[in-house]
């Protein structure tokens, strides 16, 4: 039983392209994130959602657009992607924000 | 800007031994603190969390923290090869997102 998943696990695209990520959880957890993961392996906040709602959007450009449709799905959209996209990304869940998360296997962009 | 400040490392210790890992994080109002293993390639596994001042063990680990020097570290007793990893110290208040640090990475030599 997968607790966090995301699809695809790999993406490779061209610039200016746009693509968009898949992450379920069925943990039951009220909170779920991205977060982007770069070459030199620092892990980064992107966005935060709980019950569905925005909670945290850090400075991201505005060509990445999270979906919740519900609490266990957290979707990730990309427009005209561009090079430095090229990164790993993580979906998390929480079952709120104070408490530990946990990730699923990520996904690695390659944006060429 | 907060900050979660950790050594890179290499940190290389001989199997048996006890492997130290620290992590100092700059927001005072830090209230949850988080040790996660991440092997290369994969996704970060949580392996320990505290809240409160002190100590905490499971197993050959042990989470320490002291907020008034806003110091966490984490002890490996027994160190295996098989802990070989990069180990993420990362700290959040409560309702905002996790800071994590850059990250040590841990060597075991048998």
């Known amino acids: 039983d997968t607790a966090v998943s995301q699809t695809p696990k790999y993406l490779v695209t061209q610039m200016g392209n746009d693509k968009s990520i898949k992450c379920e959880q069925n943990?039951?957890?009220?909170?779920m994130y991205w977060y982007k993961q770069d070459s030199k392996k620092f892990l980064k906040i992107m966005f935060s959602?709980?019950?569905?709602?925005?909670?945290i959007n850090e400075t991201v450009p505005n060509r990445f657009s999270p979906k919740s449709p519900d609490k266990a799905h957290l979707n990730l959209h990309i427009n005209s992607l561009e090079l430095g996209d090229s990164a790993v990304y993580f979906c998390?869940?929480?079952?709120?924000?104070?408490?530990?998360?946990?990730f699923g296997p990520g996904t690695r962009l390659t944006v060429t | 800007q907060k900050e979660v400040e950790q050594n890179s490392g290499p940190l290389s210790v001989p199997e048996g031994a006890i492997a130290s890992l620290n992590c100092t994080y700059s927001d005072r109002g830090s209230q949850s603190f988080f040790w996660y293993r991440q092997y290369s390639g994969k996704s970060p596994e949580l392996i320990m969390f505290?809240?409160?001042?002190g100590d905490k063990e499971d197993g050959r680990f042990t989470a320490q923290l002291n907020k008034a020097s806003q110091y966490v570290s984490l002890l490996i007793r027994d160190s295996q090869p098989s802990d070989s990893a990069t180990y993420l110290c990362?700290?959040?208040?409560?309702?905002?997102?996790?800071?994590f640090g850059k990250g040590t990475t841990l060597s075991v030599s048998s």
């Open positions: 959602y709980n019950n569905k709602e925005l909670i």
């Open positions: 990362a700290v959040n208040q409560a309702g905002t997102a996790l800071i």
């Open positions: 998390a869940s929480s079952p709120n924000h104070s408490y530990e998360q946990y």
């Open positions: 505290i809240y409160s001042n």
């Open positions: 943990l039951g957890h009220d909170t």
